[in-house]
């Protein structure tokens, strides 16, 4: 079965650093490019960062730079978030999509991060 | 980082034709093309089309999407229940190096 399943959410003090995974399963990870989404409570989406194939690139939003921070371990099949500095407004539900044809074409479920002292 | 334009809202009756816009610029709408993803309450997005006009396979031949310029399009015909949710648009943007999404429409069928 194809897909990505999140893990590593949970509720986090503003000072903690934890992160979250993203586990590819039923096509090879390594052939594509992979994004972090976020959607905070009733929001829209917004993304996160990005890393090429290879791991050889990699991108992120103003919001985070500096704070997170993406990899991702092909021979794991899995992708990677660290999260740190966070803040409240960093609260969301946090999607893995891979990228197919410039586009996202394939949505985990998400694992949702919220921050709370 | 500047996101894409939709309208918030968009009404339309059971059976109806609706059209939702998507509005950006040469660095990303214009650029590398648009996709459209569709989210129903409480599920994660799903792609509808991508590389401004191209459908993935299993997605019903209700869904077109194009673009002129530097504005995307979703159309919707023949409207049923199941297309009550959030429609987002997103684009490669290449000034910023990152993805940008729209604000989302929520597409309500009367």
């Known amino acids: 079965q194809v897909q990505l399943v999140e893990s590593g959410g949970g509720v986090v003090q503003p000072g903690m650093s934890p992160r979250l995974s993203c586990e590819a399963s039923g096509f090879t990870l390594s052939k594509h490019a992979i994004h972090w989404v976020r959607q905070a409570p009733g929001q829209g989406l917004e993304w996160v960062a990005g890393i090429t194939y290879d791991g050889s690139n990699k991108y992120y939003a103003d919001s985070v730079k500096g704070r997170f921070t993406i990899s991702r371990d092909n021979s794991k099949n899995t992708l990677y978030l660290q999260l740190s500095s966070l803040r409240s407004n960093d609260t969301a539900l946090y999607y893995c999509?891979?990228?197919?044809?410039?586009?996202?074409?394939?949505w985990g479920q998400g694992t949702l991060v919220t921050v709370s002292s | 980082q500047a996101g894409l334009t939709q309208p918030p809202s968009v009404s339309k009756g059971l059976t109806q034709t609706a059209t939702l816009t998507c509005t950006g610029n040469?660095?990303?709408?214009?650029?590398?093309?648009v996709a459209w993803v569709q989210q129903h309450q409480g599920h994660p997005p799903k792609l509808l089309s991508y590389?401004?006009?191209q459908r993935p396979s299993g997605i019903s031949e209700r869904f077109s999407a194009s673009r002129s310029g530097n504005i995307a399009s979703l159309t919707i015909t023949g409207l049923q229940p199941d297309d009550e949710a959030d429609y987002f648009c997103s684009a490669w943007d290449s000034s910023l190096s990152a993805w940008v999404f729209g604000g989302g429409t929520k597409l309500i069928v009367l």
């Open positions: 040469n660095n990303n709408v214009g650029y590398q093309g």
């Open positions: 999509a891979r990228e197919g044809n410039g586009s996202p074409d394939l």
């Open positions: 590389r401004n006009n």
